[in-house]
C-alpha cells in the first residue's frame, strides 16, 4: 500500500509544481460551477454508501470524503493558481488516502491493526514531507532564478534544508511503524527489537 501510493503521489507532486506556474485560471462562473459539481458528487457517493455495512461503509465514506476535498482543493488551485495552492492539492490526497488507509486497518485486530494504522500514518507523513519540501524548492529554484550569484546559492541552500527536513520527518515516521512492530514481542525479543529500531534511525 504504502511503496506504490508515494510513487503516485510523487509523480503527482513533480507536475503540479512543475506546471503550476503555465497553470491558467479559471472564470468565476465555472468555478462556482465546479463547487456545485462536486458538491452533487459527494451526495451522490455518500448516498451510494447506505448500501453497504459495517467496515466498508466507513471506508466508502472515508473515500467519499477524500474525493470531495481533494476535487475542492484541486478546484481552487485551478481557480487561484500558486505554489501554495498545488501543496495544498497534496496535502489534501495525502490525507485522502491516508484516512481510507486508516479505516482499512478497522479490519484487523491487535498488532496488526495498531502496525498497520502507524503504516498508514507513515505513508501520510512521508507524502506531506515530499510535497513540502517540492514546495520549498521549487519557491527557492524560483527565487535563485531572478537573482544574482548569491540568491542562487541561497536558493540551493533552502532546497537542501527542505530535503533534509523532509527526511527526518519519514525517518522519525518509519521509527514509530518499526516500534510498533515490536510491540508483539516481549522480553530480550522486545528489547532487541526496540534497540535495532533506534539503530536503524540512528537514534
Do not use: W
Amino acid at each position: 500500500m504504502k511503496t506504490s501510493s508515494l510513487k503516485l503521489i510523487a509523480l503527482s507532486i513533480g507536475l503540479a509544481f512543475s506546471l503550476g506556474a503555465a497553470a491558467e485560471t479559471m472564470s468565476k462562473d465555472d468555478y462556482k460551477a465546479g463547487e456545485t459539481k462536486i458538491a452533487a458528487d459527494y451526495k451522490a457517493a455518500r448516498a451510494a454508501c447506505g448500501a453497504k455495512a459495517d467496515n466498508q461503509n466507513d471506508i466508502c465514506v472515508a473515500e467519499a470524503k477524500g474525493k470531495e476535498r481533494v476535487a475542492l482543493a484541486e478546484l481552487e488551485a485551478s481557480y487561484k493558481p500558486s505554489r501554495k495552492a498545488h501543496y495544498e492539492v497534496q496535502v489534501a490526497k495525502a490525507e485522502a488516502a491516508g484516512a481510507v488507509a486508516r479505516e482499512r486497518c478497522d479490519d484487523m485486530a491487535g498488532n496488526a491493526k495498531d502496525v498497520c494504522v502507524k503504516e498508514a500514518k507513515a505513508a501520510e507523513t512521508s507524502a506531506k514531507a515530499d510535497a513540502k519540501a517540492q514546495m520549498k524548492t521549487s519557491a527557492a529554484t524560483a527565487a535563485g532564478n531572478e537573482k544574482a550569484a548569491e540568491a542562487r546559492s541561497d536558493a540551493k541552500g533552502k532546497a537542501a534544508e527542505a530535503r533534509k527536513d523532509a527526511a527526518t520527518d519519514k525517518r522519525d515516521a518509519q521509527y514509530t511503524v518499526d516500534k510498533e512492530k515490536c510491540g508483539s514481542l516481549a522480553g530480550t525479543a522486545k528489547a532487541q527489537c526496540l534497540d535495532q529500531a533506534r539503530a536503524n534511525m540512528g537514534k
